[in-house]
């Protein structure tokens, strides 16, 4: 089947590029996967979707890779759209849905984009790529470079969570730590890139990325029988997923596969001690300046300064929508709440969303009758360090007071 990706767009002034060679930005900036949508829409009626399987692949032709041996796999699914009546009842919310997707292989989101990007790097005849990365991303580029033979470096800060740094281990990557933030990693990936002759896949200075995260506005689309919610709450670092999901609903409008054309109103959620969007947003500026000495248990959010910021903020500002921050104190507790009440393994940084869609819905910007879709991008697991319970230890001769216990449990 022929790829009906035709050119690269230069998210910045809008001039055309090629797509059958290697990119990465434009000026210093990202591009867009551009499509013949009118020949996707005389290939593909939406409904066929229904009896495919194969997970992001399903949506293969608004995807870039051509040849069905580079599209690399293992074992994604669409993942669960969840409805939370107990946490939308303490929130005042009777539409509240969580989409999970902490259930993809290695355990985030970050899996869509890599996945992607890693199998357009291996049609594109790339042999060595390295990534920048706060954890989950860094994990999943060694899981998918592992998969396609080709070699990983990941480079990530020295106090990023015990997991993060196992997992690329793990997968064969070369990983190093750096004494620094995020921003300090991506400097040193690009001044290795010509003497090491790697590819650098950072967030959105590599085009593919962003097209593996839009399958989450497909697949939302498709679970919601082709309407859109009146909200979406996600956690924004670096923010391909935000993007990625607005262009996905763009594309829907101009095949015609949504039964109305009311897209979601979008909410950039981050934390108060790495807040760069919200700032921005805040200032009615369209790019954000950098945060100094970002810091956040939400290692996902610690990203000082995302090189797609303006595409952050303008579809934040096409959709009506907003960027918010959470204070710090409300992370964990938010994320031991929602878990407890939903048994969904709810990481910190969606708790930023909880912390923001909570202010919402108590000043009235957000109605109890609107229905509402919050990201869990990870899994609570790969945050051990985070939440250490101090749990009751007994010796095998001990009996607890269990007429106690049943009163106060």
């Not at 767009?9 to 060679?21: C, K, N, T, V, Y």
């Not at 896949?201 to 399958?215: A, D, I, M, Q």
């Not at 697991?381 to 101090?390: A, G, M, N, S, W």
Request: glycine residues 8%; negative net charge; charged residues 25%.
């Amino acid at each position: 089947m022929p790829s009906f990706a035709t050119h690269l767009e230069s998210a910045i002034d809008g001039s055309r590029h090629p797509i059958d060679r290697p990119q990465t930005t434009h000026e210093g900036r990202p591009f867009w996967v551009r499509y013949d949508l009118d020949a996707v829409a005389r290939h593909l009626d939406r409904d066929e979707l229904a009896h495919r399987r194969g997970g992001f692949w399903r949506f293969r032709e608004l995807l870039p890779v051509e040849r069905a041996e580079n599209r690399l796999s293992l074992g994604e699914r669409t993942t669960a759209l969840i409805p939370c009546k107990r946490l939308g009842d303490e929130l005042g919310l009777r539409q509240l849905f969580i989409k999970d997707e902490s259930c993809l292989p290695t355990g985030s989101f970050k899996a869509r984009g890599l996945c992607l990007a890693v199998s357009r790097a291996l049609e594109l005849g790339l042999k060595r790529l390295a990534i920048p990365t706060a954890g989950n991303a860094g994990g999943a580029m060694a899981a998918y470079a592992a998969r396609a033979g080709l070699e990983a470096y990941v480079f990530m800060p020295a106090d990023t969570p015990l997991v993060n740094r196992a997992e690329a281990n793990l997968f064969g990557a070369k990983v190093t730590l750096v004494d620094g933030l995020i921003t300090d990693c991506g400097a040193m990936v690009a001044a290795g890139t010509e003497p090491m002759g790697w590819f650098d896949c950072s967030t959105l200075k590599e085009p593919y990325r962003l097209e593996g995260k839009k399958t989450m506005g497909l697949e939302l689309a498709e679970q919601l029988e082709w309407t859109l919610p009146d909200w979406i709450f996600y956690p924004t670092g670096g923010g391909t997923g935000l993007i990625g999901m607005w262009k996905a609903f763009a594309e829907l409008e101009t095949l015609g596969w949504l039964e109305n054309n009311s897209k979601p109103r979008m909410v950039a959620c981050q934390a108060d001690g790495c807040a760069p969007i919200v700032r921005a947003f805040e200032a009615g500026e369209r790019f954000a300046d950098p945060i100094e000495a970002a810091t956040t248990q939400a290692s996902g959010l610690r990203v000082p300064k995302a090189v797609g910021d303006f595409m952050i903020l303008d579809a934040v500002r096409a959709s009506n929508g907003s960027a918010e921050s959470a204070p710090e104190a409300e992370l964990i507790p938010l994320m031991k709440r929602a878990s407890a009440l939903e048994g969904i393994s709810l990481c910190p940084e969606s708790a930023a969303c909880l912390s923001a869609l909570k202010r919402m819905v108590r000043d009235g910007r957000v109605q109890p009758d609107e229905r509402i879709v919050v990201f869990n991008t990870g899994a609570a697991q790969k945050y051990p360090d985070l939440f250490d319970p101090d749990l009751r230890c007994l010796a095998p001769s001990q009996l607890p007071d269990w007429s106690q216990l049943a009163s106060n449990p």
